[in-house]
């Protein structure tokens, strides 16, 4: 028990928001499927069956202009990605959390499994030996910088999306201890906290839609995105699709 509580106090508020949200997703996910299973596609379908038709037209043409619709087993993973991502830079719109992203853990957890399912599909489709003969092309004195290539995207990819939430949260943290001091300068009157901040920041209330608007629904869309995109190309560098396109039309 003691290992246990001191997991748990290590943990950060951003990491359980974080399996909060996968948590439900999963739970929600599951539903979705079993009620998209039942679904008699002779019908007319419902607002939420075009929303998912939709998705998944944009999901499946992100895929096959990379993939060419090999690998079809990292369309699920992917579409699962960008939902994620995407719940997880819009929740501060919705709750008073921090986006699990803030803390660095997330980001490289994410990038430690992408990279885990990218190695898993070149293991599979390629082998273990072109794996290990790719870190001695295009001569073998390329060993030691394409060994460095294990960790320079991963890391910079997780950099990415860190560096991306945490500038925004910073920005948005400032503004409103900004608005704050002026709005206590101005409006001494309003009913403060312990801590001498306003109960109601009512300046920031006015210019914080806009900012919240960009930091939060615009930059996180984005940034769900790239993800995204950045683990279907990573993973498709792994592959050669020519040999398998080949393969293909063979009937190999």
Partial sequence: MEIINKYVEAQSEQTWVFM??????????VIGGKYIDKQDPMKKPSKFMII????????????????????????????????????MNWIGLFLPVAAPATDYNVPLSLVIISFGFRYALEFKHMGIGAHIKSYFDPIPVMFPLNLMDIVAKPLSMSMRLFGNIL???????VYYSAMDSVQNSLLGFIPMNADGTPIISLLGGIVGPPLHFYFDMFSGTIQAFVFTLLTLIFSSLALDLDEMDEKAEKGV
């Fill in 20 to 29: 909060g949200i996968a948590f439900a997703l999963s739970i929600l996910f």
């Fill in 52 to 87: 998912v038709d939709v998705f998944y037209g944009f999901i499946f043409n992100l895929y096959n202009s990379i993939f060419k619709g090999h690998c079809k087993s990292i369309l699920p993973y992917s579409a699962m990605l960008i939902i994620l991502l995407f719940t």
């Fill in 167 to 173: 500038s925004g949260s910073l920005i948005l943290s």
